[in-house]
């Protein structure tokens, strides 16, 4: 069942707060988020800075323990306009170069729907207005943190948060673990289009119309993010350094492949060892993303 | 000019040792390296293990400050028979993982050249006997260190060394820093198949064929490796942690953008905030290994 | 003036939670700390564990940026008995002997509060039943963190929270960062000894009475926790790896030098390169914890 | 036996050299080491900067597998100059903090060696010419590395190597493992003070007198150095991150209690848990150093 909802509120981290509304176990939110900066389809700011979430949405059944599945069904972006900064963070480049790096600012991309593209329009660079295809991803996605926790939209965690994955678009399906009755799912942090990593500390900020469509799986305890496209299974490890998220990611593909896959920890490194990609979300926030990947194809073959 | 080189010394370390042989500017070196154990084309042992290298070639007009040029014309298995370690690093799944795995044994896969596969021949998993495309890499690239140091072949700094990425590729071209006269120039550890970061410690090792084709680039300093490939130009970073091996690959980047493309830091960061891909090479050596890349067809546009 | 409170609430997150007591600029706190399970001073289990916190504390006068000063006048264990972990955290050692660790269990000690000991009653080992000093310190000290959130008091950021150093004992003064209107001051988790690192998760926990004296420094803003003992002023950075802790607490050191010892970067590098002393809090968390000391008769002299 | 040598012949990187001088077991080298940029007791530069090493000598007996003792019998200034670097190494505050920071110059301090102290002469700052007490310590200590590499002085690994900790003082005795036969002990880059971390990139920069009395345990293989003071037992662990040299440090501390001390994993665990002290070393080279101590008086106890 398709369900509107209209946000009027919005948080800044992903906690245990009051759900905007209810919905049932395969239900489809209908819904849209604002841009990091709280500008909405309209261009107006309607919520403070720092990623305002729209949610939570308490999902009927589920609890603590559980597994919430979130299908991607619909992100793309809802104005002709969005924004990016304009200088690499400074903990992204050698602290040797820091000093001849510029001041940073905010640079202007227009949105063309139609043909599906972003063009820089500001500022005037040896770059030129270089036209890039779209590719529309969810900054933030996740649910309520363990222990009542509030954790900031400006990193991420267990629950998810903001992984600024490029890899949270349309016609993939991603579970979280549920530590929250319901679930308290949220989304917002659109990105018409971002670069591994999102190194600037943006991807093209926008607002998005967004479709998800929930499904509760009882009784299923995982650790991280997973995620499932036309190609490949993902799993998302969120830490500092990129190490220890790297660690978290393949130990939990590990698990995954084990009880979902029939494969042990040798056979599955066996796989992974020739198989295996990597990659790099969010390197700006406080916790680093990297996910863990694995064609689909070979699993067919195991 | 081709330049054969039959190789009976070998290296386990990148060394300001005694060429091997020396080639022209321009010439193409046809060699073989053994597997990381040091077997040759014929199963023998010949070499201690620890991905013993073929080199050093000792390249005419190649002073300090120079960069070499070494384009990957040839890079295949030279036998039928290849192997792997059987469980991921300790390193790279989570501490509380650790006490669930297995002890390591070695894994042995057939090649067949004519499918250009990779069979699993044993052991005996649950993952059966899956062919793998093969996509031949060189383990181990580079020049001799700066500063008189010898660097084992067992990690990887500015010059290079075992960086295990699965760009080491025929058809790419890649560059590194002269620290000695006649840059010295080793190549070894071959793998059939790998997945990224060698998670296991080893791809599919086995013997090649290889030939590289080397020129000097005269009064050119560069940081990093840099390479370049059919669609994209590329800089490696090599460090632990990953954090700081994306933070030389992505200055060694903007540093390049700077002056062979125009881009300033700020036209730069505007183009990789939203285009930038990262690789994640070698994560089981002490120094890591991450690729930082741009797709040409942006340059093409700036 | 003295304010008892004796507490029936706890967290076991720090965050802007209705305060269970208002207190004046000047006022000391006298209170209760269950330990780390949620034991009380008769040893019964009252809060559930995971270092449940007695407070919040609302400072009249606070606001955010200003900073909150909390004398530590009393910290000392208030039963007899107190317990650890008894085998060092899996992340705390190489990878590769995590597989040699045995079983983590609980180690018991009697506390003599008169001789000011602490002896080990179980388990047998090699050890028998050494008598060790006690030490007492709040492992827990802080306030409500930054942008709403609420931070698990297994883990420690700019707020304060879980820090774990052997510092924070009776007769020094820490400054905290106000986010929240009244600060918002809680503590727990003391230790009756504790090694550096808290390196087998926990020091010996124990209940505690505390007395706290606050004071409210208007506009004033820090950006980490700072400290004064008799013999040194000290910063604590919290973050993981230990490198970025490391760099926030200098940071701390290097601004509160220029603004209150008119120290600018370069003299203050000067004196902290010969004279800095580093200390390691907890590395058993999520954030670890470093901090920057420099003895005061450095500073007279300046 | 005194062993005198007068070095005519630097290294700039511990390496697998040809010894200056062969020494026996219970030897005691006396000799002398220059300044971290060449310059000897007269001021005179006679070798490349970069901490030019004194060695390798061969020390009869040694052979791959056993452990070398190193007793620092004597380290002290030769001459009545030193130098330092003004500014904190930029990778060792937060990159948002590196573009406040001034350029780095050089102090000069004037060595007293009568009273014991060091007077900062220049330049002028507001921290006006301080005198410190002299602590004088060899930033470089080590053998010839595993693996036939030669590891510049600019970092350490499990050789040893210019780790820069404050402990390596006279009345200490230090453990390497030796790689090569003969061991090849080398030493240089005395500091006359020096600051945890040495986070300016120097100590007090001086030549010095050292006098070091070798021993070779046979068959005894360590994988870090260990060391002894009248006070503490301490192990040196080497990379990065800190985490990683915590590591090191840790678990070569817990193979020392077992071995030497009967203590299996648990009982040094309960005692490390509540009475490890850990220094910091060296923060300013691609190795960093963590060294894990424990007071010796709870061995005696054990």
């Known amino acids: ?94 602290p040797s170069f820091v000093p001849e790096m510029p001041q940073d600012r905010l640079a202007s991309w227009r949105i063309d729907d139609t043909r599906s593209t972003a063009t820089l329009v500001s500022p005037e660079t040896a770059l030129g207005h270089p036209t890039l295809q779209l590719a529309p991803m969810l900054g933030c996605l996740g ?19 903001n992984m600024d994955y490029r890899g949270f678009v349309a016609g993939t399906t991603w579970c979280f673990p549920v530590f929250e009755p319901g679930a308290l799912l949220f989304t917002g942090d659109g990105h018409a289009v971002q670069g591994d990593g999102e190194i600037v500390g943006t991807g093209i900020e926008i607002s998005f119309d967004v479709e998800l469509t929930v499904r509760v799986i009882k009784a299923k305890e995982i650790g991280w993010p997973r995620g499932e496209s036309a190609t490949h299974i ?37 796989l992974l060892g020739q198989c295996v990609e990597y990659d790099i979300g969010n390197v700006f926030d406080p916790a680093f993303t990297v996910v863990c990947k694995i064609d689909k194809r070979y699993l067919v073959q195991a």
Chains 1, 2, 3, 4 share one sequence.
């Open 1 to 94: 069942m398709r369900r509107e909802h209209q946000p009027t509120l919005y948080y800044n981290a992903f906690g245990p707060y009051a759900p905007v509304m209810s919905v049932e176990d395969g239900d489809t939110i209908v819904t849209t988020t604002l841009d990091a900066r709280g500008k909405d389809a309209s261009g107006e700011v309607v919520a403070p800075r720092g990623n305002p979430l729209t949610g939570p949405f308490y999902v009927n059944g589920a609890e603590p323990g559980d597994t919430l599945e979130v299908r991607i069904d619909k992100a793309t972006p809802n104005r002709d306009e969005g924004w990016t900064r304009t200088v690499i963070a400074k903990h992204v480049v050698d």
């Open 143 to 161: 649910v309520a943190p363990k222990g009542k926790q509030a954790i900031s939209t400006a990193t991420s965690a267990e629950h998810g948060g």
């Open 234 to 270: 993902m799993c998302a490890g969120n830490a500092r350094p990129l190490d220890q998220a790297l660690q978290h990611a393949t130990t939990e593909m590990l698990r995954w492949l084990a009880t979902d896959y029939g494969l042990d920890t040798e056979a599955a490194s066996i």
